[in-house]
């Protein structure tokens, strides 16, 4: 007979789905810098890594408070589920 421990050990690391984490990354972004992105612009990573596809003034201002907002992300998410904005 199997421990339940090991039955629930599958469902540690479930993920939300890409919606919320596209959500997410652009409500932090609406935030602190007041920009409205597309969610067509972001692409999510299997290991949590966030892909931006905007124009290279906005991305050059996102990556400079690039903590402050995986923090704000993740925060909305209530997990670290974001590792990286690339």
Known sequence: MKNLGHLMDRFKN????????????????????????????????????????????IKDAIFERKLEIMKTANNILKKNQIKDLL
Do not use: C, M, T, W
Request: glycine share 4%; hydrophobic share 45%.
């Open 14 to 57: 479930l993920q939300p789905p890409e919606r919320h984490v596209k959500s997410a990354i652009i409500q932090a972004i609406f935030e602190i810098f007041n920009i409205n992105i597309n969610a067509d612009d972001i692409k999510v990573g299997y290991n949590g890594d966030i892909y931006l596809q905007v124009h290279s003034a």
